[in-house]
């Protein structure tokens, strides 16, 4: 069974960074991500990884502020913000796909608990 444990988020002031990480029971998927949902959204998908071939993918939002990474002997996937804004307020999940393909627009099958990012002054 998948176990993903998310950790790292907490309140920071605009223009702060975060680091988020979530340990993984595996890494052998055909893609790792991080998604978020703010109060009354849809989740979004913010960025992606591809664990045997290391491409990554952002979504635009996101696009040179955040970093994916992951670390496979560790077996941690990381995700680190910077240039916060107030938007960025979410719920932030670790989330792998099983199935072919990885990007942040794809239906990903498990989904960590997920932990508060909240960018505040």
């Known amino acids: 069974q998948v176990q993903l444990v998310e950790s790292g988020g907490g309140s920071v002031q605009p223009g702060g960074s975060l680091k988020l990480t979530c340990t993984a029971s595996?890494?052998?998927?055909?893609?790792m991500g991080w998604f978020r949902q703010a109060p009354g959204e849809e989740p979004e998908g913010v960025a992606a990884?591809?664990?045997?071939?290391?491409?990554?993918y952002y979504a635009a939002f996101v696009r040179g502020r955040f970093s994916i990474s992951l670390d496979k002997d560790k077996r941690t996937l990381s995700l680190q913000m910077n240039s916060l804004k107030p938007e960025d307020t979410a719920m932030y999940y670790c989330a792998v796909r099983t199935r072919p393909g990885c990007s942040t627009s794809y239906d990903f099958q498990t989904w960590g608990q997920g932990t508060q990012v909240t960018v505040s002054s």
């Open positions: 595996r890494t052998d998927y055909a893609c």
């Open positions: 990884i591809n664990p045997r071939g290391g491409s990554s």
